[in-house]
């Protein structure tokens, strides 16, 4: 796999401090996402677009088809590798109780692309850390196969439910894992820290200038406005973008020197569109070519004659071309003017100061009270489906006290504990000391695998990767990573 290290400068780290010894393998690896706003930009726009729709189509990742399988005890008690250490989670103001357990803001949904193209999502929680901008869930919902690649279009949604993103979405930066999950596709591992961007947020339009629309990097489009033939013949003397459509009969088609002509425009393909003269005259190009943002259902639905394709953010886009067409006056015809329109961008401000952030304890004993939190989706085994994915769902008990395996995956040490949440809650939290006022606690695992262990056909048991020595250096490693702002002040976008 291509290894990408971020630099020096950027994760505020000294060379000491990313030093390994010749002899040992490195215990941590990294990825880039997304570090640039621009192209984290068109992520962000990817799943907002069309009032999330691209959100609502996701489906819950399923590892693979042993993604329900059987447990072995190890007889281990799965001893620290080192010291026990923790650091404290942040809280920001309280949300509305709930009954039994309080679900903690930290919460949400990750969203990518698989391999295959697909909208896939995951649970996912918020942590606590120095740049206030990192994510916790489970490695296989970062990495392609637990291993080589990271996943397209990574984000991270708060609070999600049924398409809204109420504080905005996160993109991902960069992503950091076990090097043993990276390198091996090996499960103890299976967890991922995501420093994520600034929350980014759609909040309304305003009209703009041709110029200042060509230049805009952001969501736009071209809003039609009709007018009388008197206001188009005024825009077509000062050289506003205006058109007329309707039927044309043959005796209807005219010179541009006859007197009071129309001009319409007439979409053509692109090669006609390049055979076509510069100029005024009858089948002469119409301007420049138009390119039109679209949705994907938009893109797959247009017959032509444009040409379907993406810009450098990754939105789908048709690019229009369009000839002269010069009639008669007083035909029966509808004319209309452009107008500019962009779409303004929020910025929500750092991950940790929206929606606070939960601790993060390694070392720990096996054996304690834990709340797992999740969005299962998946049905059981059997074809039972009791969860929606809809909202966050919880389980609470203690691990089990010995460490075990799953000869299904390369795992040979998991926590265990009893809970029945199945796919979908990949990656979500496992809290120990959770204060159901604070609504925080600390992060000392993430759902990796689902299983079912009596053969009854539904899931009783979820495992984790044990959070040790290891993953609190992945988590230093982390805790560093500088990332930015996707927009200004005025919505405008940064690079």
């Given at each position: 796999?291509?290894?990408?290290?971020?630099?020096?400068a950027?994760?505020?780290?000294?060379?000491?401090?990313?030093?390994?010894?010749?002899?040992?393998?490195?215990?941590?690896?990294?990825?880039?996402?997304?570090?640039?706003?621009a192209?984290?930009?068109g992520?962000?726009?990817?799943w907002?677009?069309?009032?999330?729709?691209?959100?609502?189509?996701?489906?819950?990742?399923?590892?693979?088809?042993?993604?329900?399988?059987?447990?072995?005890s190890?007889?281990?008690?799965?001893?620290?590798d080192?010291?026990?250490?923790?650091?404290?989670?942040?809280?920001?103001?309280?949300?509305?109780?709930?009954?039994?357990?309080?679900?903690?803001?930290?919460?949400?949904?990750?969203?990518?692309?698989?391999?295959?193209?697909?909208?896939?999502?995951c649970?996912?929680?918020?942590?606590?850390?120095?740049?206030?901008?990192?994510?916790?869930?489970?490695g296989?919902?970062?990495?392609?196969?637990?291993?080589?690649?990271?996943y397209?279009?990574?984000?991270?949604?708060?609070?999600?439910?049924?398409?809204?993103?109420?504080?905005?979405?996160?993109?991902?930066?960069?992503?950091?894992?076990?090097?043993?999950?990276?390198?091996?596709d090996?499960?103890?591992?299976?967890?991922?820290f995501?420093?994520?961007?600034?929350?980014?947020?759609?909040?309304?339009?305003?009209?703009?200038?041709r110029?200042?629309?060509?230049?805009?990097?952001?969501?736009?489009?071209?809003?039609?406005?009709?007018?009388?033939?008197?206001?188009?013949?005024?825009?077509?003397?000062?050289?506003?973008?205006?058109?007329?459509?309707?039927?044309?009969?043959?005796?209807?088609?005219?010179?541009?020197?006859?007197?009071?002509?129309?001009?319409?425009?007439?979409?053509?393909?692109?090669?006609?569109?390049?055979?076509?003269?510069?100029?005024?005259?009858?089948?002469?190009?119409?301007?420049?070519?138009?390119?039109?943002?679209v949705?994907?259902?938009q893109?797959?639905a247009?017959?032509?004659?444009?040409?379907?394709?993406?810009?450098?953010?990754?939105?789908?886009?048709i690019?229009?071309?369009?000839t002269?067409k010069?009639?008669?006056?007083?035909?029966?015809?509808?004319?209309?003017?452009?107008?500019?329109?962009?779409?303004?961008?929020k910025?929500?401000?750092?991950?940790?100061?929206?929606?606070?952030?939960?601790?993060?304890?390694?070392?720990?004993?096996?054996?304690?009270?834990?709340?797992?939190?999740?969005?299962?989706?998946?049905?059981?085994?059997?074809?039972?489906?009791?969860?929606?994915?809809?909202?966050?769902?919880?389980?609470?008990?203690?691990t089990?006290?010995?460490?075990?395996?799953?000869?299904?995956?390369?795992?040979?040490?998991?926590?265990?504990?009893?809970?029945?949440?199945?796919?979908?809650?990949?990656?979500?939290?496992?809290?120990?000391?959770?204060?159901?006022?604070?609504?925080?606690?600390y992060?000392?695992?993430?759902?990796?695998?689902f299983?079912?262990?009596?053969?009854n056909g539904?899931?009783?048991?979820?495992?984790?990767?044990?959070?040790?020595g290891?993953?609190a250096?992945?988590?230093?490693?982390?805790?560093?990573?500088?990332?930015?702002?996707?927009?200004?002040?005025?919505?405008?976008?940064?690079?």
């Amino acid at each position: 796999m291509k290894r990408l290290f971020i630099p020096l400068a950027a994760a505020c780290l000294s060379a000491a401090a990313l030093a390994v010894p010749a002899t040992a393998a490195p215990s941590w690896a990294t990825d880039n996402l997304q570090p640039k706003p621009a192209d984290a930009y068109g992520d962000a726009y990817f799943w907002l677009d069309s009032n999330g729709a691209a959100l609502r189509k996701a489906t819950q990742y399923n590892l693979d088809a042993k993604n329900v399988s059987k447990l072995v005890s190890t007889g281990s008690n799965g001893a620290p590798d080192g010291k026990p250490g923790m650091t404290g989670p942040t809280t920001t103001p309280k949300a509305a109780v709930s009954k039994n357990i309080n679900l903690p803001k930290t919460i949400g949904k990750v969203f990518f692309l698989d391999k295959s193209g697909n909208y896939r999502w995951c649970s996912a929680t918020s942590i606590q850390s120095r740049n206030r901008n990192l994510v916790a869930t489970a490695g296989h919902c970062v990495f392609a196969n637990g291993k080589d690649d990271v996943y397209d279009k990574w984000i991270f949604v708060p609070g999600y439910y049924q398409g809204k993103a109420p504080w905005g979405v996160y993109v991902g930066a960069y992503a950091f894992t076990a090097y043993d999950l990276d390198t091996y596709d090996d499960y103890d591992g299976d967890f991922a820290f995501v420093a994520v961007h600034n929350g980014f947020a759609l909040a309304g339009e305003k009209e703009v200038s041709r110029n200042d629309f060509k230049a805009w990097a952001g969501d736009k489009w071209v809003k039609p406005r009709e007018i009388s033939s008197a206001e188009f013949l005024k825009c077509q003397l000062t050289l506003g973008d205006c058109w007329s459509e309707g039927e044309d009969k043959p005796a209807d088609l005219v010179g541009p020197d006859y007197p009071g002509a129309v001009l319409e425009k007439v979409e053509v393909s692109e090669a006609a569109y390049k055979a076509a003269k510069v100029g005024k005259g009858q089948g002469f190009k119409f301007g420049e070519p138009i390119v039109e943002q679209v949705t994907k259902p938009q893109q797959d639905a247009y017959q032509g004659p444009g040409v379907k394709g993406t810009d450098k953010l990754g939105n789908y886009t048709i690019t229009h071309y369009y000839t002269q067409k010069w009639v008669k006056p007083g035909t029966s015809r509808k004319y209309f003017e452009a107008h500019y329109i962009l779409g303004i961008a929020k910025d929500m401000g750092r991950l940790g100061d929206v929606v606070g952030g939960q601790g993060v304890a390694w070392n720990q004993p096996l054996g304690q009270q834990v709340t797992a939190f999740g969005y299962p989706s998946a049905p059981h085994p059997d074809g039972d489906r009791p969860f929606s994915g809809v909202t966050p769902k919880w389980c609470s008990g203690k691990t089990a006290t010995k460490s075990y395996q799953v000869n299904t995956f390369k795992v040979e040490t998991h926590q265990l504990l009893k809970c029945s949440m199945t796919p979908g809650a990949d990656g979500g939290p496992w809290l120990i000391k959770y204060d159901n006022n604070k609504r925080t606690g600390y992060v000392n695992g993430v759902t990796s695998l689902f299983h079912d262990n009596d053969g009854n056909g539904r899931v009783d048991y979820i495992s984790s990767a044990i959070f040790d020595g290891e993953v609190a250096d992945v988590y230093n490693k982390a805790n560093y990573a500088e990332t930015k702002k996707i927009v200004g002040p005025n919505g405008e976008l940064l690079q």
